[in-house]
């Protein structure tokens, strides 16, 4: 019984990835309701800085992160974070993986089990199967940068709730400022929604590449959904075709 309801969770997981959040009544989309905020990458809003020093639960400001000059110093001060509930709950802090200087970089939504217990993103079946297409762009892992929105785990691996992507999202934004990709790869709707701030489905937003502050931006499904969906697997190909070539054109 137990495992029919774990299948019956992962194939509406699937469906949801597909056709997106129309199918499900009770979601609380509140965080893509909200007007498209300025995510300079340059600076972090006002208000947000101010939520956050009331929040100051690890004596850490947003304005202090930001003074960071290199991804390890921005490490050390927020791999303590206990800005959200998932804080309490994570093993280990999953701050991201890869070189720190990358042209290309890979962004999906938060750690699961084994990011959890190992700290880094991307490991594990689905992050055998990514290292393997990179391998079929003509990429190592080496090479690209991989992060999540999210740098704590949400337990059963649960979506992120939209309140704790917007607390962690400045995170992210400045590694993106720090790492300066010419190009992102978005792996699942949660991820590429949550960094775009759209409300899509996954066919609409493969369908398209983004500018973000510059950087383009393409679209393809969560390793981990390939695992369950091997059909996927010839879609995520021309996704990431698209991606390799965009990284030429723009690092020629
Ligand atoms: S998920 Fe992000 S905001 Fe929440 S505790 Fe972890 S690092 Fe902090």
Known sequence: MEELKKQLIELLKDQQLIFGDDLFENINLDIYEKPKKELAIKFVQDETIEKNKELNLIGLTLEEF????????????????????????????????????????????????????????????AGKLLTDILKAINFTRDEVYIANILKCRPPGNRDPLPSEMETCMPYLLKQIELI????????????????????????????????????????????????????????????????????DELTA
């Open 66 to 125: 930001q003074k960071a000059e290199n991804l390890e110093e921005l490490n050390s001060l927020i791999s303590n974070c206990q800005l959200c509930p998932l804080g309490k709950t994570r093993n280990k802090f999953v701050f991201g993986v890869g070189n720190p200087n990358a042209n290309a970089m890979l962004i999906g939504e938060a750690p699961g089990a084994d990011e959890d217990l190992q700290g880094e993103p991307f490991v594990g079946r």
């Open 180 to 247: 300066k990709p010419k190009v992102i790869l978005c792996l699942g709707r949660i991820a590429a929604n949550g960094l775009l701030n759209k409300k899509l489905t996954l066919s609409a937003l493969r369908e398209n590449v983004y500018d973000f502050y510059g950087i383009k931006v393409v679209v393809t499904y969560h390793p981990a959904a390939l695992l369950r969906n091997p059909n996927w697997k010839k879609g995520c190909w021309e996704d990431v075709k698209k991606f390799r070539k965009l990284y």
